[in-house]
């Protein structure tokens, strides 16, 4: 079988019904995305997919392994802060071999377009972790039109060097993104590429913002402004993106025979649409971890397909090394379980337990068949999910032995892992000061 080219985008912060595919509203624009609505149609999407981590680094530290990133000290930290400049330890080990690594190794060309967020130059860098070409944002947020980061210094690079480039950021990645696939496409070798946006993730800004730029300087969480149609107008522009990647594969006679995922690293932040689920970034609940999953492969996966199959960002990593003939590294063995079968029959499924953990409020969460065990602020849940996707109705009590079975299942999984290092940290950018809970 001829190995498919790949192709990762994630968006950031995009919560579950974001998306018109997963029932998001439209604005008063008209549609909010279009082409992605389309590729879901014309593919496979999932409504069980869920992020690793309900934060940003901690999932992309597991996308790049295909393990629990629980399993590096670096990825304790919820997420890595751009204070981290310098840091010989608070990235991923360039020695780890990594999806975008197994891939070159098995002939593939790579590349990385969008954000990075896993560790700082020199010591860390997508150049070091597999990748051949980069370019884009290393640390967690830029703003869209001066490319400074949360510390306030320029933030974009083009491989290793630091890049100046005017224009919005969003359209900045998706133009290169583009350019990147009718390059690749002319070479013999197949190719894997990761599209990383920023979108729709803070500052709140839309092409017409550039206004906005400077007043932001020192302020990227914008607290005091942004909104639902300037959101939903962002996430719009990531969807054209999309449209231009699509559009170039089709140019290159390659839309055919290459798989393209797109997810998101987490649920919605404060102007997303996550009904019916509750919560949102940095909850265990469903609204921070259960995020859309788009399959297209026009060779091998039939139009209008929709999977309940349960699964999580690394499985995406352990389906592409599976789909590229790549082997996975003996000494570092994946947590995440190849969806090939599903990509094929999205009737297929097969029992897939899931595991969380947080610093933040203590808590943790495990999902096995239609019950998830969830404890946060000390307090334990148990909900049927097929029943109260909300997670309104705690069964805890109703079903005690069911509750200390899956608490103690919890439990012996968290024992096979590294404990959370002391000097671990939350990076929260607002609090209950800022705006009511959830």
Known sequence: MKRPNLIFVVADDLGYADLGCYGGRDASFGKVSPVIDAMAAAGLRFTQGYANAPVCSPTRFALMTGRYHYRLPAAAHEPISSRSKGSRTLGLPPAHPTLPSLLRDA???TALIGKWHLGYPPSFGPLKSGYEEFFGPMSGGVDYFTHCSSDGMHDLYLGEAPHREVGYLSDLISTRAAETVCRLSRGASPFFLSVHYTAPHWPWETRNDAHLAEALRGQLFHLHGGSVETYRRMIHHMDEGVGWLLEALRVADRLHDTLVVFTSDNGGERFSDNWPL???????????????????????????GVSAQHCLTMDWSATMLELGGAQPHPHYPLDGV????????PH??????MYWRMLHREQR????????YLRVDGNDYLFNLRNDERERANLARNEAERLAQMRSNWEDWDRGMPPIPPDATVSLGYSARDMPQR
């Open 107 to 109: 002939g593939y060309r």
């Open 278 to 304: 509750v919560g949102g970034k940095m909850d265990l609940t469903e609204g921070g971890i259960r995020v859309p999953w788009i399959a297209h492969w026009p060779a091998t996966i039939d139009a209008g």
């Open 338 to 345: 190849s969806l090939g079968a599903v990509l094929r029959n």
């Open 348 to 353: 297929f499924a097969f029992p897939r337990s």
């Open 365 to 372: 969460a495990y999902r096995n068949g239609d019950w998830k």
